[in-house]
């Protein structure tokens, strides 16, 4: 999801430069009050193991390969705002050091994947988690509840970087968007399995390293996380909000691509401001919406699925002679 | 377990353009970065122009032009794939032509700093620019640790696969998976340690 230079336009470049900033110092500055001295190797060594674990590659159909993102993973293990500090540094790297990503549109490849990626994939932890103390990973839940906000998160962050694609102009919102969302509808499945072995490992593995990561991530008020996750999906909204307008360049390619009747087609595009209320793309919207309400539903049903099959049995109890 | 390659620099090499200052480096290329961004759709010469002008550089810095255009290449994947987009617009195949050169020449040109351009000094350009020195330092540590994470993750790795027998499908991503999982647990186990050995040392 690195987006090169060249694709995005120089204000939105600098607009999200700005956020990202903005959002980075906030989260060094809370990383330092959880970890205290402890931050600086903290950040740097996970950073290395980010990067590492980014780097192994598992196989998918067909020949082709996927790896982690690994920034939801982080935030449950680390806690959202040093997730982000850890992010930020693995991408500065990259793209600085090794060439990968663009130089002007660092600051928004850190807003998607350093601060859409592990804020949102955090939020939607934290809420599928519920009232189960998250310092207790115990169950089927959390590994659930991995799997389907590390999907949601890389859904999310694709659809802000469509957004930052369509900002820039460099085609029809409505393309960009399907495409991006669409693939990465696909890219987040494999990105939530691996998250989800990971994690049903780790609590096998050590399960007290688990809980002790987990403790400096509950030491997070749900407020401190539930407002910045409210404010990443408003930027969201705010991103997403240009696809609401009717672009009629795009729409109508978009129209004749999808095989719409020409009638509806002109008019639709013989009212352009009431785009909404016309009534072909109207029922063509809320079909799309039905059908990723639906995939997001059968999605969440399968990490449930997950979340049983991964949880550890419950250890036979050694303390008590056996039954005669 | 590829991805060696990837991180392959060439920043130890030395010449004319090795020598220029880190810093100046980074403006150029931002400024380079800009410029080609800045280049209307309907004047795709200035961009060739541009691209000319980064191979005459490319070819200044002594770097093994093979090993350059094969990492350019793979970052072509994403860069055609939204360039594709485009096409569903009006005047869709110029546009397309145009993105997909004016990002081809940006990505040349990261790389190019990349390889060109030694990490310290770059810790130094950073330091200079006032980012946070405990950022500064996260980013020093990250390169320090990134080799050894990586290697060993991937020696835990081929010993899970040497004992194996033929893993596939699941089987492998359950090994990778433990895999990280280790080398997370390591990893915390590590920072720990080296900040108490800074400490020790009178970091604070």
């Given at each position: 999801m690195h987006i090169p230079d060249g694709f995005l336009s120089v204000p939105v470049s600098v607009a999200c430069a700005g956020l990202s900033t903005a959002a980075l110092g906030a989260a060094t500055f809370r990383a330092h009050k959880v970890l205290g001295p402890r931050a600086v190797a903290r950040v740097g060594v996970t950073a290395a193991f980010v990067f590492a674990a980014q780097m192994l590659n598992f196989p998918v159909a067909g020949g082709t390969s996927g790896h982690l993102i690994g920034g939801v993973l982080a935030a449950v293990l680390l806690g959202p705002s040093v997730a982000l500090v850890v992010m930020t540094a693995v991408l500065v790297l990259q793209c600085l050091?090794?060439?990968?990503?663009?130089i002007l549109s660092l600051g928004a490849n850190i807003l998607n994947m350093a601060v859409v990626h592990p804020f949102v994939g955090f939020a939607i932890y934290r809420l599928v988690l519920g009232?189960?103390?998250?310092?207790?990973?115990?169950?089927a839940r959390p590994i659930a509840a991995l799997a389907f906000a590390s999907w949601t998160a890389t859904v999310a962050a694709a659809a802000t970087c469509a957004g930052e694609l369509a900002l820039s102009r460099v085609a029809a919102p409505l393309v960009i968007l399907s495409a991006m969302v669409g693939v990465h509808a696909v890219i987040g499945l494999g990105e939530a399995v691996i998250s989800a072995f990971v994690l049903a490992a780790l609590i096998r593995l050590r399960p007290e390293r688990v809980d002790r990561a987990g403790s400096s991530a509950s030491s997070v008020r749900v407020a401190s996380v539930v407002v910045p996750g409210l404010v990443a999906a408003l930027a969201l909204a705010l991103f997403v909000s240009?696809?609401?307008?009717?672009w009629p360049d795009g729409l109508e390619r978009v129209v004749q691509h999808l095989g719409i009747s020409p009638a509806i087609a002109t008019l639709s595009l013989s009212a352009p401001l009431e785009g909404y209320a016309v009534p072909g793309m109207g029922s063509g919207l809320r079909t799309t919406a039905l059908a990723g309400a639906l995939g997001t539903l059968l999605v969440f049903g399968a990490c449930l699925v997950l979340g049983l099959g991964l949880s550890p049995r419950r250890?036979?109890?050694?303390?008590q002679p056996p039954r005669r | 377990m590829s991805g060696t390659h990837l991180l392959r620099?060439?920043?130890?090499l030395d010449s004319p353009i090795h020598r220029v200052r880190a810093g100046t480096k980074l403006l150029i290329t931002l400024l380079f970065v800009v410029g080609v961004v800045l280049v209307?759709?309907?004047?795709p010469l200035w961009t060739c122009a541009a691209i000319a002008l980064l191979v005459a550089v490319v070819l200044a810095a002594r770097l093994p032009l093979s090993a350059f255009l094969a990492r350019l290449a793979l970052s072509q994947p994403f860069v055609l794939g939204v360039a594709?987009?485009?096409?569903?617009?009006?005047r869709g195949l110029a546009v397309f032509a145009a993105l997909a050169l004016k990002s081809t020449a940006c990505v040349a040109a990261v790389q190019l700093f990349a390889h060109v351009t030694p990490f310290y000094d770059l810790l130094e350009v950073l330091r200079r620019a006032r980012v946070p020195s405990a950022l500064v330092l996260a980013l020093a540590l990250l390169h320090r640790y990134l080799f050894v994470v990586l290697e060993e993750s991937r020696r835990m790795h081929r010993a899970r696969t040497a004992r194996t027998w033929q893993a596939s499908g699941w089987s492998t991503w359950k090994s990778l998976a433990s895999v990280i999982a280790v080398s997370f647990v390591r990893s915390t186990a590590r920072a720990e340690r080296i900040s108490i050995a800074m400490r020790a040392r009178g970091w604070s």
């Open positions: 050091v090794f060439g990968d990503g663009g009232r189960q103390s998250p310092s207790a990973l115990r169950g240009p696809f609401a307008c009717t250890m036979r109890d050694h303390t | 620099s060439y920043a130890h209307p759709v309907a004047h594709v987009l485009a096409l569903f617009q009006g």
